[in-house]
């Protein structure tokens, strides 16, 4: 084998491992992420009264209910390099969340377009409404 085979042989395994190791940390940074979004307190939460009005009909009072990955995680997430995938909940501005309110049963659910944050329809009492109202999702409501 001359130099120039040698050489080559050489690239093409240099090549190989540098490939093997950008697969292992895009491997680190998807479990890194999965912990992150798995993780209760990674996640804020932000509410808004209003009324709903779908397709002109009825006039619903409730909350839009939002949540998104605190910014400080997915800086400091996103300073190791890229994972196997994307999410859009790898974006620090933007929040997800849709229209919630409560039936004269006291039974939460939804109503239009949007990203499903909470887990319904569920039985909802005033405390746990009124704890909504403030910013505070009770975890029975929180969706896995």
């Given at each position: 084998?001359?130099?120039i085979q040698e050489l080559?042989?050489?690239?093409?395994?240099?090549?190989?491992?540098?490939?093997?190791?950008?697969?292992?940390?895009?491997?680190?940074?998807s479990e890194a992420w999965?912990?992150?979004?798995?993780?209760?307190d990674s996640w804020e939460?932000?509410?808004?009264?209003?009324?709903?009005?779908?397709?002109?009909?009825?006039?619903?009072?409730?909350?839009?209910?939002?949540?998104?990955?605190?910014?400080?995680?997915?800086?400091?997430?996103?300073?190791?390099?890229?994972?196997?995938?994307?999410?859009?909940?790898?974006?620090?501005?933007?929040?997800?969340?849709?229209?919630?309110?409560?039936?004269?049963?006291?039974?939460?659910?939804?109503?239009?377009?949007?990203?499903?944050?909470?887990?319904?329809?569920?039985?909802?009492?005033?405390?746990?409404?009124?704890?909504?109202?403030?910013?505070?999702?009770?975890?029975?409501?929180?969706?896995?």
């Amino acid at each position: 084998m001359d130099r120039i085979q040698e050489l080559e042989m050489e690239i093409i395994k240099l090549k190989r491992e540098e490939q093997e190791l950008d697969r292992e940390e895009r491997r680190k940074q998807s479990e890194a992420w999965t912990k992150i979004i798995n993780d209760s307190d990674s996640w804020e939460w932000q509410t808004k009264e209003i009324t709903y009005n779908p397709m002109g009909k009825v006039d619903l009072k409730g909350l839009r209910i939002e949540h998104r990955v605190k910014p400080s995680l997915i800086t400091e997430w996103k300073k190791n390099g890229f994972a196997t995938f994307s999410s859009n909940y790898q974006t620090e501005e933007r929040w997800f969340g849709m229209f919630y309110y409560r039936t004269d049963e006291n039974i939460l659910t939804h109503e239009g377009g949007g990203n499903c944050v909470l887990d319904d329809p569920k039985l909802c009492s005033d405390e746990e409404w009124k704890e909504m109202k403030d910013g505070r999702i009770p975890s029975k409501f929180i969706r896995k």
